[in-house]
Antibody
Framework: EVQVLESGGDLVQPGGSLRLSCIASGFAFSGNAMVWVRQAPGKGLEWVSVMTAGGTTFYADSVKGRFTISRDNSKNTLYLQMNSLRADDSAVYYCAKTKGTNLRYYFDYWGQGTLVTVSS | QSVLTQPPSVSGAPGQRVTISCTGSSSNLGAGNDVHWYQHLPGTAPRLLIY???NRPSGVPDRFSGSKSGTSASLAITGLQPEDETDYYC???????????FGIGTKVNVL
């Protein structure tokens, strides 16, 4: 059974940092691209970042230069390092497994999300 | 403002058919990129409903169907049921943005 489980969400002050983790099981983690998607309160889903199986990374313009995605295939774990956090980064952050080729991915398994609140 | 345009809400009585539109542009749907649909109850894990325009994952009822033509796509729900009352999102890849894009989401109301 495929499972993804996020952790690391917390209350953090503006300008602070946080690292989210996503541990996956039930599939060949190292062979799959993985994504982070977020949902701010009252808003829709917003793609944040993707890391391909080969290690290539892409970011939404809203987080470029502040967030870093990484993975540890030995631990089946995806990370999102978030720096210089702003109030508009407050959201539930979801990790998802992808399927597809040549970046034309869709997201077939999602976690329950972890809540990040940026506030003083 | 989302790259993919969806209506904020649609409504239907139990047993009826509703459709949700998703309109893109020449850099996403019009570039031949597939559209995918998700069902999402806020606070829970989103669920993949339709992938690659028309395909249903195992376990998704055949009441849900998808289509795509040019820069537009749609999700149809037939035989509407009370448990279908939640949010639905379309998603694709945008070749100009070099990233993934979602619609704003459509709330389905079961009257």
């Amino acid at each position: 059974e495929v499972q993804v489980l996020e952790s690391g969400g917390d209350l953090v002050q503006p300008g602070g940092s946080l690292r989210l983790s996503c541990i996956a099981s039930g599939f060949a983690f190292s062979g799959n691209a993985m994504v982070w998607v977020r949902q701010a309160p009252g808003k829709g889903l917003e793609w944040v970042s993707v890391m391909t199986a080969g290690g290539t990374t892409f970011y939404a313009d809203s987080v470029k230069g502040r967030f870093t995605i990484s993975r540890d295939n030995s631990k089946n774990t995806l990370y999102l390092q978030m720096n210089s956090l702003r109030a508009d980064d407050s959201a539930v952050y979801y990790c998802a497994k992808t399927k597809g080729t040549n970046l034309r991915y869709y997201f077939d398994y999602w976690g329950q999300g972890t809540l990040v609140t940026v506030s003083s | 403002q989302s790259v993919l345009t969806q209506p904020p809400s649609v409504s239907g009585a139990p047993g009826q058919r509703v459709t949700i539109s998703c309109t893109g542009s020449s850099s996403n749907l019009g570039a031949g990129n597939d559209v995918h649909w998700y069902q999402h109850l806020p606070g829970t894990a989103p669920r993949l409903l339709i992938y690659a325009n028309t395909n249903r994952p195992s376990g998704v009822p055949d009441r849900f169907s998808g289509s795509k033509s040019g820069t537009s796509a749609s999700l149809a729900i037939t035989g509407l049921q009370p448990e279908d009352e939640t949010d639905y999102y379309c998603q694709s890849y945008d070749s100009s943005l070099r990233g993934f894009v979602f619609g704003i989401g459509t709330k389905v109301n079961v009257l």
